[in-house]
């Protein structure tokens, strides 16, 4: 088990942060939600428009600060919902202020559908990372959340060891 372990989200909705809890009670990891500056409004159907956009034209939002130095952990589990079949801009602001290369990282998504292009995505951005592996869930909360939870507890158990 490594060391020091972290999980990374960001959740609009709360899928993400659904599934980054869970994990986080099974393996033990401290946690660090990412937050824009200027966020999207989650009840708003603009948010597809807005969130889309976002995604497609690569934006790196500001974000809120946080007292966690990531670089401090080994392993890093990286966590986003799927804007437009990419992943959220705030973890692109995320990667972008933080070199992980050399870390042992772990990726997973939230969404309604287009996950592996997302992680691909995300992958192709995370330079000289070793990637021990990748999680596609479908609308955790809409669907099973039960059966979502244990897909991935099952899956981090599996990767950290």
């Given at each position: 088990?490594?060391?020091?372990?972290?999980?990374?989200?960001?959740?609009?909705?709360?899928?993400?942060?659904f599934i980054a809890e869970s994990i986080k009670e099974e393996i033990k990891a401290d946690i660090l939600a990412i937050?824009?500056?200027?966020?999207?409004?989650?009840?708003?159907?603009?948010r597809f428009f807005w969130g889309g956009y976002q995604s497609a034209m690569k934006k790196k939002p500001k974000l809120e600060?946080?007292?966690?130095?990531?670089l401090d952990y080994d392993f890093i589990t990286i966590g986003t919902p799927v804007w437009a079949w990419n992943f959220s801009p705030p973890i692109?602001?995320?990667?972008?202020?933080?070199?992980?290369?050399?870390?042992?990282?772990?990726?997973?998504?939230?969404?309604?559908?287009?996950?592996?292009k997302a992680l691909n995505r995300l992958e192709e951005n995370l330079k000289?990372?070793?990637?021990?592996?990748?999680?596609?869930?479908?609308e955790p909360l809409n669907k099973n959340a039960e059966e979502a939870k244990q897909k991935a507890v099952d899956w981090s158990k599996q990767i950290i060891s």
């Open positions: 088990m490594p060391n020091k372990t972290l999980i990374v989200y960001y959740s609009l909705t709360g899928n993400t942060k937050k824009p500056k200027k966020e999207l409004d989650p009840e708003s159907s603009s600060p946080f007292d966690i130095n990531p692109r602001s995320f990667i972008k202020n933080y070199d992980l290369k050399g870390k042992n990282v772990a990726l997973w998504s939230c969404s309604a559908g287009g996950t592996e000289d990372v070793n990637i021990v592996g990748k999680l596609n869930l479908i």
